[in-house]
């Protein structure tokens, strides 16, 4: 009796136990909410893990990370195959285009995402790179790449120039080059492509993209490729570019032994060469606004929501989306902590834009850049931008390496967009 007893209470015991294990049960579950990303968003988003869980208690943040490339070709192969999808994505603006247009992007307007109510906090050029054609606000700027020249104070000390020789024109800009090659043996920039890209991105009408309008009607016939491809042209005939390749290692040993003197990028290029591209040459750089009063937009990193990832985790990533843009803190951790220009037009009040900038021989440059990011038109993206990228600068290497007329390369190059415009 005395061991049946203990076997009956033990039972008893072990059924309350069952009892209080399936009433925790869903309080004790995790959910995981994945988002797939590339350095340094990858960053971001996991030193806002401790915020995005006081939200949501029950969820698990899983942040798969991969290089630049290998993140963008994983998520093409993802949306196109609706396969492996992520519940939430980065993505970098030069291919927000492409995404969009191919339908596979949720419209964060719409619930569960109701973006379109909170547009006017964004810096507006950016807000409108995350939209399609149609009008649908396919993703969310998370940071943006404001336009800026880099230049060496040093090398033109020693050419006898001033900043505004650099910047009051592109043409007295191209004539510094020279004056800077003759006196130091420097070159003007890493490759005349450079000029191209900037160039490109100047002097854009209502409605028109880097390459379509709108309409998707080919723009690579404008004056504004025209003299893109003359500058460059021209700084290659006076063999002022290094002809190096961005992110080559002779790129950045460019930087550190001082032989190219000016670098136009986004400004969250100065956290790299501080970080690691050139952190010896720290002092010897300052910023300035791009030359004959541009103002042009160099990457930027936005947030999209997959059409076919699972219904039941898309409130939480439109959670995410609006924690990692919508909120202060958030967007001026990331600046600090990875210098990601804020997209969130209410961060722009933080003292932190006024403080001096080591690398820079402390210039508060950031002040700068806030200015441009205000100044900087909206341009349209499309799903052939990225196509049409490497048509123009095929083009290009045609007219530096061989001597094609220009006229004729870009008429090429337009024949070839026009057949690929509307697929």
Excluded at 124 to 132: D, H, I, V
Excluded at 401 to 417: Q, S, Y
Aim: glycine share 8%; net charge positive.
């Amino acid at each position: 009796m005395g061991l049946q007893h203990k076997g009956r209470g033990a039972l008893r015991a072990w059924s309350v136990l069952c009892l209080l294990a399936l009433a925790a049960g869903p309080a004790l579950a995790q959910r995981t909410l994945t988002v797939a990303a590339f350095p340094s968003v990858d960053e971001i988003i996991r030193a806002a893990a401790p915020a995005f869980k006081q939200l949501h208690p029950d969820v698990q943040l899983k942040v798969v990370s991969r290089q630049f490339a290998d993140h963008h070709t994983a998520m093409t192969t993802a949306l196109s195959t609706a396969s492996n999808l992520p519940d939430l994505m980065a993505l970098e603006v030069g291919y927000v285009g492409r995404f969009a247009q191919g339908g596979g992007l949720d419209d964060l307007s719409a619930p569960p995402f109701g973006l379109q109510a909170e547009a006017a906090r964004y810096v507006p050029f950016a807000l409108a790179q995350g939209r399609s054609r149609q009008g649908a606000l396919v993703a969310a700027p998370s940071d943006i790449g404001p336009g800026t020249l880099l230049y060496r104070t040093d090398l033109l000390a020693r050419s006898g120039l001033a900043e505004a020789e650099l910047t009051q024109s592109w043409d007295s800009y191209v004539a510094a080059g020279q004056k800077i090659k003759s006196a130091t043996g420097a070159y003007l920039l890493a490759h005349a492509r450079d000029m191209k890209d900037i160039v490109i991105r100047t002097g854009l009408r209502p409605g028109e993209g880097l390459y379509f309008d709108e309409a998707s009607r080919v723009l690579v016939g404008s004056p504004r490729f025209v003299r893109a491809f003359e500058l460059a042209r021209e700084v290659r005939r006076h063999k002022l570019d290094a002809r190096v390749a961005a992110w080559s290692n002779e790129w950045a040993e460019g930087f550190k032994r001082g032989t190219i003197a000016t670098q136009m990028s986004g400004a969250w290029l100065v956290g790299h060469m501080s970080q690691w591209l050139a952190p010896s040459t720290a002092g010897a750089w300052r910023a300035a606004q791009l030359p004959e009063g541009a103002y042009a937009a160099y990457g930027g990193s936005f947030l999209a929501v997959p059409r076919g990832a699972p219904p039941a985790q898309k409130a939480l990533a439109g959670d995410l989306i609006r924690l990692l843009t919508l909120q202060r803190d958030m967007q001026l951790a990331a600046f600090k902590a990875q210098d990601a220009f804020p997209a969130l037009l209410e961060s722009f009040d933080d003292p932190f834009f006024a403080q001096p900038i080591a690398f820079l021989g402390g210039q508060p440059a950031r002040l700068l850049w806030r200015d441009a990011a205000r100044r900087i038109q909206a341009v349209a993206v499309h799903k052939q931008d990225a196509f049409a990228d490497e048509v123009i600068n095929t083009e290009l290497d045609k007219v530096l390496d061989r001597g094609k007329d220009i006229r004729v390369a870009l008429a090429d190059a337009e024949r070839l967009l026009q057949r690929r415009a509307h697929r």
